[in-house]
Nanobody, 125 residues
């Protein structure tokens, strides 16, 4: 069992930045690939970013966030981060981190084993 707790969300103006954190506990954090997803009311949870177990490889949803968001992890602190820059109103959503015991790229929400409770990000225009 892995417990995930997100933090760092809030209200920010367009063009601003936020850094989300996701603290993990329970199992060996470095055994899990991690993903960030986001969800708005009435829509499915959508993929944002993925990071390999070591942190050496990352992958982003190109259309929406690449070049603005950066995923990273600190395995010594059992934490994954999402640095969000140049925020836009359309980035407004609840952001979730997720963990999967795997080695490969995982893009679909249903494939992940564990989820945090989510943190709200609101970007005002």
């Amino acid at each position: 069992q892995v417990q995930l707790v997100e933090s760092g969300g809030g209200l920010v103006q367009a063009g601003g930045s936020l850094r989300l954190s996701c603290a993990a506990s329970g199992r060996t954090f470095s055994n899990y690939v991690m993903g960030w997803f986001r969800q708005t009311p009435g829509k499915e949870r959508e993929f944002v970013a993925w990071i390999s177990r070591s942190g050496a490889t990352t992958y982003y949803d190109v259309d929406s966030v690449k070049g603005r968001f950066t995923i990273s992890r600190d395995n010594a602190k059992n934490t994954v981060y999402l640095q969000m820059n140049s925020l836009k109103p359309e980035d407004t959503a609840v952001y979730y981190c997720a963990a999967k015991s795997a080695t490969l790229l995982v893009l679909t929400a249903s494939s992940y084993d564990y989820w945090g409770q989510g943190t709200q990000v609101t970007v005002s225009s």
